[in-house]
């Protein structure tokens, strides 16, 4: 284990033990090395870490403090590292988000308030005239309402993070598949029916149906683009060989 991870950990049993609370300030830089025994440096790379994880604050001119520790602020992270990942990786993150979701969904039927329930429908738009960036803007508000509505901001924050690298798509599948603007908005009505009625299972079942039928979708058409970069790809070599042998000739 390196210094600065060793750095780290000391920091976060401060943290832990409530030693260091949120919105305390740290101690100066010399007396904190001091106290966990290492280097000036190894203290200031981890305190860069944990300043990218949103567990510290750095302020110029004033000090380095906890953060509220938020699980918004916690969570922020995930979405750089979801950006990261490539179209190939995108059905693992539907798959995770189809599973917390359902967990959610599932949570959300028994604590449900009458005044989020109307705010479900209020985001499901009329499918007349409506442009695929406006439904998928739709899609992403009704969604994190019913995360809000499960009431855990963990499970806000890690779907938050998760819808950025679901937005292409979203919007791919908006723009290719047949029928999507009407089946989105009536997989949402059946989902928020589901939740009128308090019923978890038929919620979650709605919801499983929901984004089940997003990744099937997505498993094919990505089959198919790859099918077809494949094929490309074969007769450009060949195209090039007939070149070749035309040239000897």
């Not at 039928?213 to 099918?227: C, S």
């Amino acid at each position: 284990m390196s210094l600065t991870d060793q750095a780290i950990l000391k920091i976060k049993e401060m943290i832990i033990s409530g030693e260091l609370r949120p919105g305390d300030r740290l101690p100066p830089e010399q007396g904190l090395s001091e106290k966990l025994g290492l280097s000036r440096s190894s203290l200031r790379e981890a305190i860069k870490a944990l300043t990218m994880f949103r567990v510290l604050d750095v302020r110029r001119g004033d000090g380095t403090y906890v953060t509220s520790l938020k699980p918004s602020l916690l969570t922020e992270a995930m979405a750089f590292i979801v950006d990261l990942h490539q179209d190939s990786s995108v059905l693992e993150l539907m798959e995770v988000r189809r599973v917390l979701e359902a967990a959610a969904v599932r949570r959300a039927a028994s604590r449900i308030t009458e005044e989020q329930i109307a705010e479900l429908w209020e985001a499901i738009p009329s499918s007349e005239g409506l442009g695929v960036e406006e439904l998928v803007q739709a899609d992403l508000a009704f969604h994190r309402l019913l995360a809000v509505a499960s009431g855990n901001e963990y499970v806000v924050g890690f779907l938050d993070g998760l819808s950025a690298g679901t937005v292409r798509a979203r919007v791919w599948r908006a723009l290719t598949e047949k029928n999507a603007v009407d089946r989105t908005i009536n997989e949402h009505k059946a989902i928020v029916r589901a939740l009128e009625q308090r019923d978890p299972v038929l919620a979650e079942a709605a919801i499983v149906v929901h984004i089940g039928g997003v990744e099937q979708w997505l498993r094919h058409a990505i089959t198919t683009e790859e099918l077809a970069d494949r094929r490309a790809a074969q007769a450009e070599t060949g195209s090039e060989g007939q070149a070749e042998v035309a040239a000897e000739v």
